[in-house]
């Protein structure tokens, strides 16, 4: 079973809304988190990540994500979204028993109309 | 972009025939790694390199071949292409002071008839 989850497959706004994008994981020890992004025919990038500190983590680009340990969640947000974040979005865990290997989760591809 | 480059970008093999794919690097990165990126599924590691000859299995292995001999190539063999090896190939590099901070190749859209 797919241990990082991302519920929303796919997600369409108008610019100027507002975006979360969520993302859960199932694992109960030390985890470090992040979200990639991929635009339309390049590789992926890294947005933001989550080592320890501050659970509310600020990413390039106007993106941000919150660790809530409780809900095992690490959703991402941007407060008004542009025709330029049109993407997929990949969250991705890294396990404390998993050597360097981060899991990451199905996407979520993200279109944004003008 | 970091120095990461991966050959051929794209690539139609028939069914049953080898299939080789590089991934290069300039960083003089310790670690890397193949995914393969498939809808719904996202990216899922197929093998994983610590250094030079020193491979590993991740999580979707059958069927594929990983070689290291120098620091800068990672190679991925697929023996025998099968139509479900069609996909998008993703190489990953990362550096010891920080192992788990990808930075990833273009990508290799490889298809199977």
């Known amino acids: 079973a797919q241990s990082v989850s991302q519920h929303n497959h796919h997600v369409i706004l108008s610019e100027a809304a507002s975006l979360e994008l969520g993302c859960n994981y199932s694992y109960g020890g030390t985890v470090n988190l992040f979200w990639y992004v991929q635009y339309p025919g390049q590789h992926l990038q890294l947005l933001l990540k989550?080592?320890?500190?501050?659970?509310l983590v600020k990413g390039i680009k106007g993106f941000e994500a919150e660790f809530i340990k409780s809900k095992f969640s690490f959703n991402l947000r941007k407060p008004s979204v542009q025709w330029s974040d049109t993407a997929e979005y990949f969250c991705?865990?890294?396990?404390?028993?998993?050597?360097?290997?981060?899991?990451f989760g199905g996407g979520t591809r993200l279109m944004v109309k003008p | 972009d970091a120095g990461i480059t991966q050959s051929p970008r794209h690539k139609v093999t028939e069914t049953g025939t080898p299939v080789t794919l590089r991934c290069h690097q300039t960083e003089n990165h310790r670690y890397m790694y193949w995914y393969r990126q498939d809808p719904g599924h996202g990216l899922r590691l197929i093998h994983y390199s610590y250094g030079v000859k020193d491979t590993d299995k991740g999580e979707v292995s059958d069927g594929y071949s990983v070689s290291r001999s120098k620091t800068e190539d990672f190679l991925l063999t697929l023996e025998s292409a099968t139509s479900s090896q069609t996909s998008v190939y993703f190489c990953?590099?990362?550096?010891?002071?920080?192992?788990?901070?990808?930075?990833f190749g273009s990508g290799t859209r490889l298809t199977v008839v």
């Open positions: 991705a865990v890294k396990r404390d028993n998993a050597g360097n290997m981060l899991t």
């Open positions: 990953a590099i990362s550096e010891s002071r920080d192992p788990i901070v990808y930075t």
């Open positions: 989550y080592f320890s500190g501050d659970p």
